[in-house]
């Protein structure tokens, strides 16, 4: 039996190429699901680290950031929700009105890769992009990340006591540090086997066609 291909996935709950690439990757991994052996993991990554618990409207907060005209941002909006729709993921119209921190989301991720069953973070992780980006729910909000976790069938009452106290801070910030040592300043960031990066959010093709070559050569060696 070969070793399961290794993936890392550095990605942010409010980064809207993520929740393409993520979509892609998992119908990549439906059509590989009797070839290829795969194990997947949920890395951190925080776009807007400093941003306030309030949160920011969003375009106000993407004008400053990028430059981009009001035109540019409906137009790069309008690709991401086609993108989206390609691949079966709801991108709603004016339902994601302010960007928020994300740190408490991605905590609750750790968990779900620490103490939830197998499946458990790749389930979280699809709940928290369909709250935000279909729904414009706040990811922020101990309030719905409670109401995704209990839906998702998990322990509640564990993830509300990791939200009320600073349960593994420690372990998100010093993943985030090491990514971003490592050359990882925009994402979603795939990485497989510790050594091969694919960037972006992909078209399923693109993944399909790194894990077949590396599950190939993985028989050959």
């Known amino acids: 039996m070969t070793t399961p291909i290794k993936i890392d996935f ?23 699901q009797d070839q290829v ?22 375009t106000e907060h993407l004008s400053q950031k990028y430059g981009a005209s009001p035109e540019q941002l409906a137009q790069t909006r309008e690709t991401i929700r086609q993108r989206g729709a390609a691949l079966g993921f709801e991108f709603g119209i004016g339902k994601r009105e302010r960007i928020y921190n994300t740190f408490d989301a991605h905590r609750l991720l750790h968990w779900a890769e620490r103490e939830g069953p197998p499946g458990a973070p790749k389930a979280l992780k699809m709940a928290l992009f369909t709250a ?44 985030e540090a090491f990514y971003t040592s490592s050359g990882i300043h925009s994402v979603p960031a ?25 599950a190939d050569a993985a028989r050959t060696a």
């Not at 690439?21 to 059509?31: D, F, H, K, V």
């Not at 795939?190 to 590396?214: C, F, K, T």
């Open 190 to 214: 795939v990485i497989l086997n510790n050594r091969h990066l694919i960037s972006g959010g992909q078209a399923p093709e693109v993944y399909e066609q790194a894990l077949r070559q590396l």
């Open 132 to 175: 935000y980006f279909t729904h414009g729910l706040d990811p922020s909000s101990h309030e719905v990340l409670l109401n995704l976790v209990t839906q998702q069938g998990l322990d509640s009452s564990r993830a509300r006591a990791v939200l009320q106290s600073d349960a593994f801070a420690d372990e998100v910030r010093e993943q």
């Open 10 to 32: 550095v990605s942010d709950v409010s980064c809207p190429w993520c929740a393409i690439g993520l979509q892609s990757l998992n119908l990549a991994l439906e059509r590989l």
């Open 37 to 58: 052996q795969t194990e997947l993991h949920f890395q951190p990554f925080e776009l807007n680290p400093q941003m306030p618990p309030q949160g920011q409207e969003i």
